[in-house]
């Protein structure tokens, strides 16, 4: 009897300092509601994408839903400058019915004119009928330094935006071979606006989108290759742009990818035009 006491305290005082050891990743602020002025500035909002749509989170855990009318895959804040030169906060969101923008969380405003629309039959109750819905967007990044550029793309092409999404020029594909865009990112490097995406077989690619003639610039030094072929790079999932400050005080771009399958990161090394491994 006192051995199973004896290993029955010792399983309650392990299951008593698990329990002191977890901890939340994130604690929300301990407020019931976010007021105007947070929202108008960004401040303690927690937001949260899903099948169902856009919820914002409050700190007692409930979600509370901002937008139900189809799937969420990507929430981007951004700031913009009003008549007064003061920062307005403000997001978009990706998502299956478009590029949606909000500055309250209450009025969202579709961004699609100029993105790729397909034309889809529908058959209910023996019935034809003929709707159209956006083609599906694998990915949206916002320029750090000017977040009215911002880009998105298709399996097909990039679309590239200068005025916030109100409309998108399509700078189709670095490939011309065969479709597949998986990740894409805006950013001013040398006062000069870049588009980057990358391939999931043909690796990385970047273009001066205002440039009279842009055309799409491939890089593959620096990546790992796949373990089937030494030509072709494992493919790049993500491209994400990071303002950097000097010790003078000035600031610049630097462009970060990882790749899909092989758990590896990169920092782009733009006077080499190569990936600099970080991270394996």
């Known amino acids: 009897m006192k051995k199973l006491i004896f290993v029955l305290s010792l399983f309650f005082l392990g299951l008593f ?26 401040t303690n909002v ?10 914002r989170i409050t700190n007692r855990n409930a979600a509370i839903p901002l937008w139900t009318e189809g799937r969420v895959d990507q929430i981007v804040p951004v700031n913009f400058k009003d008549s007064a030169n003061s ?23 579709e961004r699609d004119d100029g993105l790729t629309f397909l034309t889809i039959k529908k058959y209910k109750n023996k ?20 977040n009215k550029e911002i880009v998105t793309a298709t399996k097909d092409a990039v679309f590239y935006s200068q005025d916030a999404g109100r409309s998108w020029k399509n700078l189709k594909s670095m ?9 894409v990112a805006v950013a001013t ?17 970047y273009i001066y989108p205002n440039r009279e003639k842009p055309v799409w610039i491939d890089v593959d030094e620096g990546f ?13 999932s993500d491209i994400i742009p990071i303002i950097r400050t000097r010790a003078d005080g000035s600031t610049f771009t630097e462009i970060y990818l990882s790749q899909t399958y092989m758990p590896r990161i990169y920092k782009f090394n733009w006077e080499e035009q190569k990936g600099e491994l970080i991270y394996a």
């Open 175 to 183: 490939s011309l071979r065969t479709p597949g865009v998986k990740a």
């Open 189 to 205: 490097i040398n006062a000069e606006t870049v588009v980057f995406m990358s391939h999931p077989i043909l690796g990385l690619s």
């Open 46 to 55: 927690f937001l949260v994408g899903s099948d169902e749509g856009l919820f």
């Open 127 to 146: 019935s034809t009928s003929l709707v159209k819905e956006i083609q599906k967007l694998k990915d949206l990044c916002v320029n750090p330094i000017n």
């Open 87 to 109: 920062l307005r906060s403000g997001w978009f969101i990706r998502t299956s019915k478009g590029i949606f923008f909000s500055y309250d969380l209450k009025n969202f405003e």
């Open 224 to 236: 790992e290759k796949m373990p089937q072929t030494s030509s072709s790079a494992d493919e790049i």
């Open 17 to 42: 300092l698990n329990a002191q050891e977890i901890k939340p990743l994130y604690k929300l602020p301990e407020k019931t509601a976010v007021n105007a002025e947070e929202v108008e500035s960004g």
